[in-house]
């Protein structure tokens, strides 16, 4: 019985006990809330026109997707939206504190020889928040 109360008693003493917490939310760069804007933009490789005059704003939140059979322009139209692309004809605003990550349908910015880890983190096991290292 005496065991009983004793255990009773610690138990009753965590729940009563009382600790700090500090908890710090980085809220990360702020971006603008234009990602890309498209104004009129053509997109010709010699005598084809393979986008004619899209007019497309993407805003911070916002997600697209392309569908279209092949030769339809989908990459062509995402490389002008990264800006790896200049358009023939048109005007493309990117926004501010852009940081853009993706892969592609060939697979181009992925090593073969390296895991889903590695490519992605490059390795890391360490992570930035808030200017600081974390592990």
Do not use: C
Not at 20 to 42: F, M, P, S, Y
Not at 61 to 71: A, K, P, T
Not at 75 to 104: C, H, R
């Amino acid at each position: 019985m005496r065991a009983l109360e004793a255990m009773r008693n610690e138990r009753s003493q965590r729940r009563e006990r009382q600790g700090n917490a500090n908890l710090t939310v980085d809220r990360g760069e702020r971006t603008g809330k234009r990602v890309v804007e498209l104004q009129g933009v053509t997109q010709r490789f010699g005598d084809e026109v393979i986008l004619r005059d899209i007019n497309l704003e993407v805003l911070r939140g916002d997600r697209i997707g392309f569908l279209g059979r092949n030769g339809a322009g989908k990459t062509t139209l995402l490389k002008i939206l990264l800006g790896e692309l200049e358009p023939s004809e048109g005007k493309v605003q990117m926004g501010t504190n852009l940081k853009v990550a993706y892969f592609d349908q060939l697979r181009a910015g992925l090593e073969l020889e390296k895991t889903v880890y590695d490519n992605v983190a490059q390795g890391s096991d360490r992570v930035s928040v808030g200017g600081k290292i974390a592990t």
